[in-house]
């Protein structure tokens, strides 16, 4: 029983999200301008369906709150990759109410 105790509080803070009230991620803002690139992302993104950590609604102008991103080839404010497994967070793309 001691030993589960203490797996569960080592484990716990590794899965929880990292992303914090002010919708930041290790000091990144999770709206703007987002590039998606192959190597080298300052984040890396899984899509799911469910449990999210951000509600991500793309947008053509102004993206200027909290799970609003613009995709675009040039000037990004951060880049993400898409990937299956060990993402930094997990997002669902949403068509209204974006956010944490």
């Known amino acids: 029983m001691k030993k589960l105790f203490f797996f569960s509080l080592f ?21 703007g301008k987002v590039k998606v690139v192959e190597s080298f992302a300052d984040i890396e993104v899984k899509v799911v369906n469910s449990f999210a950590d951000l509600k991500v609604k793309t947008v053509n102008s102004f993206p200027d709150s909290c799970g ?29 109410f974006p956010g944490l």
Request: with cysteine; proline share 4%; glycine share 2%.
């Open 68 to 96: 609003k991103w613009q995709f675009v080839e040039s000037f990004p404010d951060f880049t993400i990759k898409f990937v299956e497994s060990f993402a930094d967070i997990e997002v669902k793309f949403v068509d209204s």
């Open 11 to 31: 484990c716990l803070p590794l899965m929880a999200s990292e992303i914090d009230s002010d919708c930041t991620y290790r000091g990144l803002k999770l709206y």
